[in-house]
């Protein structure tokens, strides 16, 4: 079995991507700030670290989640990158959809040059490019959306709402497409199986919009909407990254809709 080491193994989408590969791969877990059994300790701020245990393990495949400080994140990912680089091995890097917060005029494809302006999306932009340049096509990039499962933070931040009487905020005139958190995994698995490369969108084929969806979350989840507070966006806006790869089966594409029922169902 080939070895993949999964950084940010503890968050949503590495427990996802974790999920998704563990009979196919041998997925070696490590996280930032606590071991996982059966993996490592792996703060971005000590890349000399990340560097012992790619000797030691030599994975084929290296999936980068992280999160943290971008100073530290960009050391990290440059030194990762300075190992990779040349060798028959891969990258499987997790970017965002605020590569294009830039420019919220309409949704973005693959096919589009990243346009950043908030500090986050502007340090994945540079990290994108970064890598890119240090290992071609040995780079694969996800780019989230919003990530939804029955329980994650969003999810858990609708409950507290909910029950606290905490005003909820929300965007009403902001189109957003929705990642389900188990897509992300079947992603991994498919793209790393087909030896896929480049850029992938991975998140719902159509979009929403910010205000309705909260309110359909609720439903789906089975609690009481919590008390809205409304920004009202005007020109309309769109902060969504839609899938084009016509590699990807369309199993493997959802709507919001899709996203919803999973939500209700419990699913993942």
Known sequence: MKKVLLLGSSGLVGRSMEKALREEYRVIPAAGHK?????YCLPAEEPEKLLEVLEREEPEIVISTIRGDY??????????????AGKEKRLLYVSTANVFD???????????????????????????????????????????????????PRARQLKLHSRSGEAHHVWRGDAVNITLAGQVG????????????????V????VADHFAFEKLACEALGIAPPEFEMEEVVPQAYQAVIPAR???????????????????????
């Not at 071991?35 to 993996?39: H, S």
């Open 246 to 268: 016509r590699e990807i089966p369309a199993e493997l594409q959802l709507t919001v809709a899709q996203v919803l029922e999973a939500l209700r169902s419990g699913l993942r």
């Open 203 to 206: 998140g719902t084929t159509d």
């Open 71 to 84: 100073q530290a994140q960009m050391r990290f990912h440059e030194t990762l990158a300075d190992w990779l």
């Open 35 to 39: 071991k996982p059994e059966g993996g």
């Open 102 to 152: 830039g420019n919220l005029s309409r949704p973005w494809t693959e096919e589009d040059p990243p346009e950043a302006e908030s500090e986050y999306g502007v340090f994945k932009r540079e990290c994108e490019a970064m890598l890119g340049e240090r290992l071609g096509d040995q780079l694969i990039i996800f780019r989230l959306a919003a990530v939804w499962d029955k329980d994650c």
């Open 186 to 201: 079947d992603y991994a698995k498919y793209v790393l199986g087909h030896d896929l490369r480049g850029i992938f969108h």
